[in-house]
């Protein structure tokens, strides 16, 4: 049986659109967690579910970065949310990072996100590999991949 919440979803990865210049961004999928990156500008796009798994890797509190993304200045972008809600909000603290009001998807330009992400430690260094389920090494590894 053809299941239709499926194909819309395929199709609306397949028009993912890189808000910088255009192209299509490409899926860099591990487990159940997708991060998008475009292969002209080096940018990456994260959807909200996938900020939300890095509290699995890092020191991180997806509820404060949020908080925090909402609550600083925002400068209008002539950027377009990938999954088209509308345009993006460039933050003006945080350079080189927008996001998207209504979906909470953030577009990082390249060396943005590692930026980012270096200031929170790791907490893998602090865990038996065991004690980790799959899924959030593999966040991690796509991580990296992302950031090559
Ligand atoms: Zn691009
Ligand atoms: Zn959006």
Redo the contacts with the bound molecule.
């Keep these: 049986m053809r299941n239709i919440y499926n194909e819309l979803l395929c199709i609306k990865e397949l028009i993912l659109k890189?808000p910088?210049?255009g192209?299509t961004l490409h899926a860099d999928q591990a487990e159940a967690h997708t991060g998008y990156g475009?292969k002209?500008?080096k940018?990456s796009w994260l959807p909200k579910s996938y900020i939300d798994s890095i509290q699995y890797t890092k020191e991180f509190e997806p509820q404060k970065f949020f908080n925090t993304l909402s609550n600083s200045v925002h400068a209008t972008s002539n950027s377009r949310c990938p999954v088209n809600c509308g345009v993006l909000s460039a933050i003006t603290d945080f350079n080189g990072i927008s996001y998207c009001p209504s979906c909470l998807g953030v577009w990082f330009e390249p060396k943005a996100l590692k930026k980012m992400l270096e200031n929170y430690q790791t907490k893998r260094e602090n865990l038996v590999v065991a004690d980790i389920p799959s899924a959030t090494i593999g966040v991690f590894d796509l991580l990296a991949a992302l950031l090559k």
């Design positions: 890189c910088v210049d192209s475009c002209s500008c940018g």
